[in-house]
């Protein structure tokens, strides 16, 4: 899909994508075309920009997950997200498609995450150790299929493959994750974890900004997504 397709929000500050599956969001050792290459080329070629586009990254999303990401226009727009980042400023929420249901519909998991830097891989483990960062979110069921169900997940903490490992310690697998205990990929090499709605104050306008980001177009997405958003 073109990249114009995928803004969700821009200003003179901000500019909010919609990623897809695989899509890394800044580059990595593998050398491979990234959005935030994507992006600075529509700014280029949209505002007749010379020489190097400015683009800054004030947060990641892991390569198989879809759904928001927010990228600064400006330095200064830059170093205000960066703090809105590390502190309690910014709300996110995500949808994730898994194989089981939990004990209860809706709760709040509270684990401290190690990570693997290794193997790129967090556990998830009940009791603080040695290394470990506590983790907390909150889910809730939205919505069920045969063999699969939606969950809505608000993130209080922001650690290394959080929601993933987090769920995975309940024994919930995300539907093609198999990093983390799915039993088969998915075609298109993603898993089904997208990063739904992010809600802030603009950096410089100092306004509330809520942003949606539609779900992939794939039919489990559209079976199980509530058919009034």
Same mark, same amino acid.
């Not at 010379?50 to 400006?74: C, E, F, M």
């Given at each position: 899909?073109?990249?114009?397709?995928?803004?969700?929000? !821009?200003?003179?500050?901000?500019?909010?994508?919609?990623?897809? &599956?695989? !899509? $890394?969001?800044?580059?990595?050792?593998?050398?491979?075309?990234?959005?935030?290459?994507?992006? =600075?080329?529509?700014?280029?070629?949209?505002?007749?920009?010379?020489?190097? +586009?400015? $683009?800054?990254?004030?947060?990641?999303?892991?390569?198989?997950?879809?759904?928001?990401?927010?990228?600064?226009?400006?330095?200064?727009?830059?170093?205000?997200?960066?703090?809105?980042?590390?502190?309690?400023?910014?709300?996110?929420?995500?949808?994730?498609? +898994?194989?089981?249901?939990?004990?209860?519909?809706?709760?709040?998991?509270?684990?401290?995450?190690?990570?693997?830097?290794?193997?790129?891989?967090?556990?998830?483990?009940?009791? !603080? =150790?040695?290394?470990?960062?506590?983790?907390?979110?909150?889910?809730?069921?939205?919505?069920? #299929?045969?063999?699969?169900?939606?969950?809505?997940?608000?993130?209080?903490?922001?650690?290394?493959?959080?929601?993933?490992?987090?769920?995975?310690?309940?024994?919930?697998?995300?539907?093609?994750?198999?990093?983390?205990?799915?039993?088969?990929?998915?075609?298109?090499?993603?898993? &089904?974890?997208?990063?739904? #709605?992010?809600?802030? +104050?603009?950096?410089? =306008?100092?306004? =509330?900004?809520?942003?949606?980001?539609?779900?992939? !177009?794939?039919?489990?997405?559209?079976?199980?997504?509530?058919?009034?958003?």
């Amino acid at each position: 899909m073109d990249i114009k397709q995928r803004i969700l929000f !821009e200003d003179n500050h901000l500019i909010i994508i919609n990623k897809v &599956c695989g !899509e $890394l969001v800044q580059g990595d050792q593998t050398g491979d075309q990234t959005l935030a290459d994507l992006v =600075k080329d529509y700014l280029k070629v949209t505002y007749q920009k010379q020489g190097n +586009v400015y $683009l800054g990254i004030p947060h990641r999303l892991d390569r198989p997950t879809s759904g928001i990401v927010v990228y600064a226009k400006t330095e200064k727009a830059l170093i205000r997200l960066n703090e809105l980042f590390k502190g309690s400023g910014v709300q996110k929420t995500y949808w994730a498609i +898994v194989d089981a249901l939990p004990n209860q519909e809706e709760g709040t998991l509270v684990h401290y995450i190690i990570r693997n830097t290794k193997a790129n891989k967090s556990v998830a483990l009940p009791v !603080e =150790k040695k290394g470990g960062k506590l983790a907390k979110l909150d889910y809730r069921l939205i919505s069920t #299929s045969k063999n699969y169900f939606l969950l809505e997940i608000a993130l209080h903490t922001g650690r290394h493959h959080q929601i993933r490992a987090q769920l995975a310690a309940l024994g919930l697998h995300i539907k093609g994750d198999l990093k983390y205990g799915a039993k088969r990929s998915n075609p298109d090499g993603g898993i &089904c974890l997208h990063a739904r #709605s992010i809600s802030f +104050v603009h950096p410089v =306008k100092k306004e =509330k900004i809520s942003v949606i980001a539609p779900p992939p !177009e794939d039919t489990l997405w559209e079976a199980l997504a509530p058919k009034s958003e």
